[in-house]
C-alpha cells in the first residue's frame, strides 16, 4: 500500500495557505513547504511567510531551516522532503505538502532520481566562473541552447543555476536535462496521492498579486533586505535571487528608486504566476481547483474532501 499525500499548489497569491490549515485541520495532517525560499531564516516578508500564529497549531515542515547564506536546490528539498514525510507518518499524520515550486513538488511525488556526480565539480566551477559576468550569463545561454534546446525554452535565460545544471548534467551523462525529466514524468506517483491547483481568474490572480506586493512593502520588505545586506548578503547568493529581493537589492545600490522596485516586482510575480500555472498544466496527475471571489474556503475543502475520500486517503 503507497503513504498517502495531500499537495496543495498553485500561483503565488492563490490561497494556498489557508486551505491547506484548514485541511491539516480537518484530518490530523502536517504541512511540508515546497517553497525555495520560505526554508530560509529571516526572510519573511518577501517570501510571504505563514507566521506562527497563522499556523494555528499545525505543525510544519522545511520553514526556517537554513540561513541566507546556504545554498538550496531540488536535491536537497527532495531528501528533507522526503525525511518529514517519514517523520509525519511515523507520527501517524497526513502529510500536506504546500507550495508553488513545481519541480520541486514533482521530485517528490515521483520520486525522481537526479544523477549526481559530486567527485568532479571542476566543470561546473568553471561555468560558475564564467557566469560573473553579464556576457558569460548570455553565453552560457547560448551553450544550453545548443545542446538541450528544449530545455532552454523551459529555462528563463536569467536562472542561471538552473542554465548551469542543465549543461553539467549533459556533460555528466550524455543526456539532455529535457529527455531525462521527460522520462521521470512518466514515473508513476510514488504517493497514494491527492494533487490539486487552485486555479483563478488570470486578471483577478493579478490584483491579488499586486495587493499582496504592495503589502510586503509596508509590512517592511526595504527594512528585511536591508538587514540581509548588511549582514553580507548580495544579489551572488541564491536566497537574494528571489522574486522581491533582488529588487530591492537595486534600490538599496540606488539603481532604482523604490516605486521602481515595486513595479519590477509586481510584473515579475506575474510572470512567474503565468510560468507556475504553465508547470503544473503539463502535470498528468493534477486536479484544478476552480476559484473566484466568490468561492469560499467552506466550497474548496468540499471539492477537495470529495477527492480525499474517492482515494481513500481520508
Known amino acids: 500500500m503507497k503513504e498517502p499525500l495531500i ?23 502536517e504541512i511540508i513547504s515546497a517553497d525555495s525560499m520560505q526554508v530560509y531564516k529571516g526572510m519573511d516578508i518577501g517570501t510571504a511567510k505563514i507566521r506562527p500564529e497563522e499556523m494555528q497549531g499545525v505543525p510544519h515542515h ?24 517519514r517523520k509525519i507518518r511515523q507520527a501517524g499524520h497526513l502529510p500536506i505538502i504546500v507550495g508553488g515550486t513545481g519541480f520541486y513538488i514533482q521530485a517528490v511525488l515521483y520520486d ?8 568532479d ?19 552560457l545561454y547560448e551553450m544550453l541552447a545548443a545542446v538541450d534546446p528544449d530545455s532552454a525554452k523551459a529555462i528563463h535565460p536569467n536562472n542561471i543555476k538552473r542554465v548551469i545544471r542543465a549543461i553539467e548534467f549533459n556533460r555528466q551523462t550524455g543526456q539532455t536535462m529535457s529527455s531525462h525529466n521527460a522520462a521521470q514524468q512518466q514515473r508513476e506517483s510514488a504517493y497514494n496521492s491527492a494533487f490539486f491547483v487552485l486555479d483563478w481568474p488570470r486578471q483577478t490572480l493579478y490584483s491579488r498579486i499586486e495587493k499582496r506586493v504592495d503589502l510586503m512593502i509596508k509590512a517592511g520588505l ?8 548588511d549582514r553580507g548578503l548580495c544579489a551572488d547568493h541564491i536566497s537574494m535571487q528571489g522574486l522581491g529581493y533582488k529588487e530591492m537589492l537595486e534600490y538599496l545600490d540606488g539603481q532604482i528608486s523604490l516605486a521602481e522596485a515595486a513595479d519590477k516586482i509586481r510584473l515579475g510575480t506575474r510572470h512567474f504566476a503565468k510560468r507556475q500555472l504553465t508547470w503544473f498544466r503539463r ?3 493534477v486536479i484544478w481547483l476552480p476559484c473566484d471571489e466568490n468561492t469560499g474556503e467552506d466550497a474548496l475543502m468540499d471539492m477537495v474532501s470529495v477527492h480525499l475520500k474517492a482515494k481513500n486517503i481520508i
Request: proline letters at 5%; glycine letters at 6%; zero cysteines.
Open 62 to 85: 522545511l520553514i526556517d531551516v537554513l540561513e541566507p547564506e546556504v545554498p538550496f536546490n531540488v536535491v536537497t528539498f527532495q531528501q528533507m522532503a522526503k525525511e518529514a514525510i
Open 7 to 29: 499537495i496543495i499548489a498553485g500561483p503565488t497569491a492563490s490561497g494556498k495557505t489557508a486551505l491547506s490549515i484548514r485541511l491539516a485541520k480537518a484530518y490530523d495532517g
Open 283 to 285: 502535470e498528468r496527475d
Open 112 to 119: 525522481i532520481d537526479f544523477t549526481k556526480n559530486d567527485e
Open 121 to 139: 565539480t571542476s566543470f561546473r566551477e568553471a561555468l560558475e566562473k564564467q557566469a560573473e559576468s553579464e556576457e558569460g550569463r548570455k553565453a
Open 222 to 229: 526595504p527594512e528585511e533586505v536591508k538587514g540581509l545586506k
